[in-house]
C-alpha cells in the first residue's frame, strides 16, 4: 500500500544552510586545469600501453598461429 503522509510535514526551503556553509573557492580555475591536463597525460600514458600490448599479443598470435599451421 502508499503512504498517504503529507510533505508538508518534510522540512525544507529557506531554512536549509548547508548549502551556504560552503567556502568559495578562489583557485578553483587552476585546479581544474591541473586536474584535466592529469587525465590528458594519463590517457596518453594507457593509450600507449594498450598499443604496445596489442602488439606484443598480436605477434605472438601470429607466432603460435605459424607454428601450429605448419
Do not use: C, K, N
Amino acid at each position: 500500500m502508499a503512504d498517504t503522509q503529507s510533505m508538508a510535514q518534510i522540512p525544507f526551503g529557506a531554512a536549509d544552510h548547508s548549502v551556504a556553509s560552503i567556502p568559495l573557492d578562489t583557485d578553483f580555475d587552476a585546479r581544474w586545469s591541473a586536474w584535466i591536463e592529469r587525465g590528458r597525460v594519463h590517457e596518453r600514458r594507457v593509450q600507449r600501453r594498450f598499443v604496445i600490448w596489442a602488439g606484443v599479443f598480436a605477434t605472438g598470435g601470429a607466432i603460435v598461429y605459424a607454428l601450429l599451421r605448419s
